[in-house]
């Protein structure tokens, strides 16, 4: 490194101003992004560093703002996180006994006759067959 440049990590701006603008484009961004991570079988963990703004470099890269307001990056990923890949459903079984459920990999938890079964469905197909 060249010795006039000291550090290129220690180089911090006096402020970051944001518009509403701004933080629109991010919510988009983190939409896009963790929709993408989502859809990757090969992802099994995502970490966010910055949950509150200042907290990397003093950049407004948060999901909530200084004062813990939600910004509309926070209100997508809870809305994809909370609603949209959260399945909350009721089966009825067939004639024969038999419900079918398409959903996500993950944990699953299913009360039947009032008993509480737990299952991990990381296979392509889960089948459950409860007598």
């Not at 099994?44 to 910004?71: C, M, Y």
Request: proline share 5%; charged share 25%; aromatic share 12%.
């Amino acid at each position: 490194m060249p010795p006039h440049i000291v550090d290129l990590n220690d180089y911090q701006v006096d402020s970051w101003p944001t518009e509403v603008w701004a933080e629109e484009r991010q919510a988009q961004d983190v939409e896009h992004f963790y929709r993408r991570l989502f859809s990757c079988p090969q992802v099994e963990a995502i970490t966010t560093w910055a949950f509150q703004d200042n907290a990397w470099l003093h950049a407004p890269a948060g999901l909530v703002r200084v004062d813990n307001s939600t910004k509309p990056s926070y209100v997508v990923l809870d809305q994809l996180l909370n609603k949209e890949w959260k399945t909350h459903t009721k089966l009825v079984t067939d004639s024969e006994g038999r419900a079918e459920y398409t959903g996500f990999k993950g944990g699953y938890e299913v009360v039947l006759a009032g008993k509480q079964f737990a299952f991990d469905s990381s296979e392509r197909e889960v089948c459950l067959i409860l007598e």
